[in-house]
């Protein structure tokens, strides 16, 4: 359907400019007509429905099995024929952590194995399993600090588990994003050549990759917990592996060079993320 001819005179709806095609070149908002047969609106919506479905695929594959090239893509300016970053990062994101709410993966899990010594842990497991993968343990002889800082916690757990699991998988959720440009910077001190923005829209597409693989190991879960830790461990091999090809792509240093960054970029990554971590639980207690 020719679009021109039925801009040609008119203004924009939305910021009153003269239109001369079917978007408004000074706001970007498209010409619609809604006074128009049902069904060519219907032609229209699916149109551009199965335009954003292909535009997805085409970023998917690159995304999986060619590190660093979506990235250059970006950076070169072909940037229409795929999805946006931003908008790639939140869309996987937002379904990893649905799929977390549902699989109980993540959760906090409080245990008394003994009246004077509470355990915290965050686990991968269902949160009525009784294994413990990481615990946080008091002095015997007076509480710590951490004791007293997670009673409330505790208090609250015993209250309603789900509820507060549900809460803290939400709250990760948002607290995860400032990952993203903290990892960018950490970036642009190691590669000073390239622009902040430049490692600002790899450090989307690595994490987006990253969301997707473990959104893939949280699947095997229906399998049972050991297939889902296995799955979990590739799925770090694979992240670790891709980051390196991506690394390798985008700057063109030697493997050596390349690999010795990757280490300093991943050892800044680490205590990142625990803090991301602990924010998330204290967010989750005092909204509790």
Not at 136 to 165: C, F, G, M, T, V
Request: proline fraction near 3%; charge should be neutral; hydrophobic fraction near 50%.
């Amino acid at each position: 359907m020719d679009t021109s001819s039925h801009t040609k005179g008119k203004d924009c709806a939305n910021c009153g400019e003269a239109l001369s095609g079917e978007f408004c070149s000074h706001c970007g908002q498209r010409d619609s007509d809604l006074n128009r047969p049902f069904r060519e609106l219907v032609i229209e919506w699916l149109t551009s429905f199965f335009a954003f479905d292909t535009r997805l695929l085409r970023t998917l594959q690159p995304l999986l099995f060619q590190p660093g090239f979506l990235t250059l893509e970006y950076i070169a300016g072909r940037r229409v024929r795929y999805t946006n970053p931003l908008k790639l990062y939140f869309a996987i994101s937002i379904v990893l952590f649905i799929a977390l709410s549902f699989t109980n993966q993540g959760v906090v899990r409080v245990q008394d194995e003994d009246a004077s010594i509470p355990i915290i842990a965050i686990d991968t497991t269902d949160s009525r399993d009784d294994s413990v993968t990481a615990d946080i343990e008091d002095d015997a002889a007076a509480p710590s600090w951490i004791s007293k800082a997670l009673e409330p916690l505790i208090e609250q757990y015993e209250e309603d588990p789900d509820r507060l699991n549900q809460l803290f998988i939400d709250r990760l959720a948002q607290a995860v994003f400032i990952l993203v440009p903290l990892f960018a910077l950490a970036l642009r001190v190691l590669y000073r050549r390239q622009r902040y923005i430049a490692h600002l829209i790899y450090s989307l597409h690595l994490h987006s990759f990253a969301f997707l693989v473990l959104l893939l190991a949280a699947g095997v879960s229906a399998f049972g917990l050991v297939w889902q830790q296995r799955a979990t461990g590739v799925a770090q091999i694979f992240i670790v592996v891709h980051t390196w090809f991506g690394l390798r792509r985008l700057h063109r240093q030697g493997r050596v060079k390349t690999a010795l960054k990757m280490l300093c970029l991943f050892v800044a990554y680490l205590p990142l993320l625990i803090v991301t971590m602990i924010l998330a639980l204290a967010w989750t207690v005092v909204t509790f």
